[in-house]
Structure formats: structure tokens, C-alpha cells
């Protein structure tokens, strides 16, 4: 698949994502019940593709799968569908994806030890203001839940950054990684929840429930991740995060047509200074490691600039 057009579909899933999510959470359903369903769907559909290319994947593969399954699968899925029970989608859309080249950025200067370009620095301290900007400027600064929520976020954003840095350095294809991270996660998330969950998922109405499968298990627990590491192999980290630029812009005129959630002055305003930030930072790369950074540092950077 191209580049781009893996980058635009992802784009658009994670731009309507928040807002089912939020109308999940805020409706029928519980958050963990929400987790469960994203990776124990998704979960069965990598499992088959998993079996038949097992010998094909490398040892040091699936070992490298546990941290970054914490990364872009269990650990960020649950802090996403937990925020959205605080605080707006439109939030979710600008602290998550919004920022995540900003952290791109700034993990790879201190994990990587990767000189950032001035476009970076000018980007991400574009999306400092708008982060502060939700934070400190719209209607929800003096709620603690809706602040817990932004908190959340900002920690998705920051573990999906570190995901986006090592996919490229994992050594194996867009769809094994999604793979692997889709059912490690599966197999901490369900028994997990069948093992706490107080009521049972059929509960709910069966339409509603067919809708948040849809939504949690395939497009976003399966289609997005094969999608945005597709991107990622091709297009490169930085680029790949640029797209994402869209994300908060889209995902507020959703949240407001079938939400009803009308952001603030000061919420549009950080929307629109983080999706120019995003874009800003992703125009151009790195400057380079310093001169006193290691051999195997400067490998590493090497290997994730490499075209895909």
C-alpha cells in the first residue's frame, strides 16, 4: 500500500475513534470493557496470520514485542478508553495524536541522542502552547477529572511516540508488528477482564454492542495499526507524524456534530497552534547525532532513517 494513502486511512480512523469511544464510555459500556474489546477481537484476528508466519518471525522479534506492546498495545489502549470517560474526545484527539510528533522529537533527542532540526524545535514548542492552552484554557481547568483525562493523554501520546522511534529498528513488517502487539495485548486485557468484570458484555444491546466491536477490534485494534505501520516502514517516523497533524481538526467537528461537544475559544485555538506545530516539527528531520555520540547510537539512527 502506499505511504500516504496508509497514513489517510489511519488518519481517518483515529479521527473517529475518540468520538465512539467517548459515546461508548459515557454510554452502555465500562472502559475496561472497552480495552477488552479492542485487543480481544483484534487479538483473534492476528492470531491465524501469528501461527502461520511463527518459525518466520525471529526470537529477538517476539521478545522485542513485550515492551512495545506496553507502548502502542495494552498500556496506551487502556490510558486512551479510560481518559475518554473524563474528559472530551476533542481533547483526546488534540493530547494523543495531536502531540505525538512533538514526542517523537523530543525521545529522540534523549533516547537517541538525535539532534533536532529548527522546524522541530519551533513545531514542538507549538504544541507546548497548545497542550497548555486545553490545559489551562478551556472549560475543564478546574475539573480534576477532565484534567486526570488530559493526563492520560498526554501519556498515550508519549508511549505511542516511543512505538513510532523502535518500530522501524524492530526488524520485522507492518504486519507482524501489529500482530504481535495486538495479541500480547489480548493476552494480558481478557483474562483480565474476564476475570474482574462484574456483568457480563452481552448485557448491552446487541446493535450497540456489534458497532464498539466494530470500532475497538477491527479498525482501530487491527485496520489502523496495519495501516500506520505501513506508513511508518515507508514514509519514515517523522512523516508518518505529520499526518497525524489532521487528527485534531477532524476529530473536533465530529465530536461536535455527534457529540454535541462545542469546544472553546481557547480549545480551538490550541487545536489549530498543535495541528501547525505537528506539522511544523515533521517538515523536516533531524539534524544529526552529535559528534560525541556512540557508535552503536549512531547505527541506530542510521537504521531508523533508512527509507522504508
Known amino acids: 500500500m502506499n505511504g500516504y494513502l496508509a497514513a489517510a486511512f489511519a488518519v ?40 502461520v508466519r511463527f518459525r518466520a518471525i525471529s526470537r529477538e522479534a517476539w521478545l522485542s514485542g513485550v515492551p512495545l506492546t ?8 487502556a490510558l486512551v478508553i479510560f481518559g475518554l470517560q473524563l474528559a472530551p474526545a476533542n481533547h483526546q484527539a488534540a493530547l ?12 529522540g533527542v534523549v533516547v537517541f541522542a538525535r539532534r533536532p532540526s529548527p522546524p522541530m524545535v519551533i513545531g514542538a514548542a507549538m504544541c507546548a502552547i497548545g497542550v497548555l492552552a486545553v490545559i489551562g484554557w478551556g472549560p475543564g481547568k478546574h475539573d480534576p477529572a477532565v484534567l486526570a483525562g488530559d493526563a492520560m493523554f498526554l501519556a498515550a501520546s508519549a508511549l505511542g511516540a516511543l512505538y513510532v522511534l523502535q518500530l522501524r529498528s524492530w526488524g520485522v513488517s507492518a504486519m507482524q508488528a501489529a500482530a504481535i502487539v495486538t495479541v500480547y495485548s489480548g493476552l494480558i486485557v481478557v483474562p483480565w477482564h474476564l476475570w474482574w468484570a462484574p456483568q457480563p458484555l452481552w448485557r448491552v444491546p446487541p446493535l450497540e454492542l456489534l458497532w464498539q466491536t466494530l470500532w475497538q477490534g477491527v479498525l482501530i485494534g487491527c485496520v489502523s495499526l496495519i495501516a500506520f505501520n505501513q506508513a511508518i516502514t515507508r514514509l519514515g517516523a517523522e512523516r508518518s507524524s505529520a499526518m497525524i ?60 532513517s533508512r527509507p522504508g
Open 70 to 77: 506496553l507502548f502502542q498495545g495494552a498500556g496506551m489502549g
Open 245 to 304: 497533524a489532521l487528527v485534531p481538526v477532524l476529530t473536533a467537528i465530529l465530536g461536535l456534530l455527534f457529540l454535541g461537544e462545542v469546544p472553546s475559544t481557547g480549545e480551538v485555538a490550541a487545536i489549530l497552534a498543535i495541528s501547525a506545530g505537528v506539522l511544523i516539527a515533521a517538515s523536516r528531520g533531524y539534524g544529526g547525532s552529535p559528534a560525541s555520540s556512540s557508535a552503536l547510537t549512531k547505527r541506530r539512527a542510521c537504521e531508523l
Open 12 to 51: 481517518l480512523i483515529w479521527a473517529a475513534y475518540p468520538v465512539a469511544t467517548r459515546a461508548g464510555v459515557t454510554g452502555s459500556f465500562t472502559a475496561d470493557e472497552l480495552v477488552a474489546l479492542r485487543f480481544g477481537v483484534g487479538a483473534l484476528l492476528f492470531l491465524p496470520y501469528l501461527l
Open 96 to 107: 494523543g495524536p495531536g502531540v505525538c510528533s512533538s514526542w517523537v522529537a523530543l525521545l
